[in-house]
């Protein structure tokens, strides 16, 4: 396994499209946290996941935004409707929660460009 | 509400000089974790380093170094004889204890390194 991989790299899409994106854990890792990245920004977080379960969505940006990790593996997250404000780096992350703090391994994103 | 500030948003050396990243976070925590994280231009995060708050103990790793200073607040990040290869994005980040990890991170700042 080589860490966290998400597909597609990049997404060019029309205002209103629904897009959906996915993410795919490093194999032992039972959290899953989604991210986006506006340029020059840092990271924000969106959403989290313990296993399948979705234990902080109050952060998504609004209610067009949703995720998913239905096995408790790999996890989407689709953006319904999508505006030109949408457009951003959305950066997948996993750690292995183990009763022991550890640190986030992130995958190389999705950059989503909606004209 | 946790915080965290970068105030140097682009720094540029010349090869083997020192730098240092300058790092203030805000939180109500007394458990709290930092992070530092390298974004090269390939765009994937690179986890560097966790501290917890209960270790204000320096950390040394090569030519990377960081000061730890609960009374300011800040987590700063040295590298020293810096090298092109240095050139990135570089955040820092916070975790509350009791958040689900999930990472507040700064605005990042880009170091630049010219031969």
């Known amino acids: 396994d080589t860490g966290v991989s998400q597909d597609p790299r990049h997404k060019i899409t029309k205002r209103g499209q629904n897009v959906t994106f996915r993410c795919d854990p490093i194999s032992e890792h039972n959290r899953l946290y989604w991210y986006r990245q506006t340029l020059g920004q840092g990271p924000e977080f969106l959403t989290y996941?313990?296993?399948?379960?979705?234990?902080?969505k109050s952060r998504l940006l609004s209610d067009r935004f949703s995720a998913e990790r239905p096995k408790g593996s790999f996890s989407t997250l689709e953006i319904q409707r999508t505006e030109q404000g949408d457009s951003a780096m959305y950066l997948c992350?996993?750690?292995?929660?183990?009763?022991?703090?550890?640190?986030?391994?992130f995958g190389p994103g999705t950059r989503l460009t909606v004209l | 509400a946790q915080k965290v500030t970068q105030a140097q948003t682009e720094i540029s050396v010349v090869e083997k000089e020192d730098v240092t990243l300058d790092c203030v976070y805000e939180?109500?925590?007394?458990?709290?974790?930092l992070f530092w994280y390298k974004q090269p231009p390939s765009g994937e995060l690179v986890f560097l380093i966790r501290r917890n708050s209960f270790d204000e103990q320096n950390e040394i790793s090569g030519r990377y170094s960081w000061n730890f200073q609960k009374s300011t607040s800040s987590f700063n990040f040295t590298i020293t004889a810096s090298q092109v290869v240095d050139s990135a994005v570089y955040f820092c980040?916070?975790?509350?204890?009791?958040?689900?990890?999930?990472?507040?991170f700064g605005g990042g700042t880009r170091l630049m390194v010219k031969p």
């Open positions: 939180t109500r925590d007394t458990t709290y974790y």
């Open positions: 992350a996993s750690s292995l929660v183990d009763g022991s703090y550890n640190e986030q391994f």
């Open positions: 996941f313990q296993n399948e379960a979705q234990l902080e």
């Open positions: 980040a916070l975790s509350e204890g009791n958040a689900g990890n999930m990472l507040t």
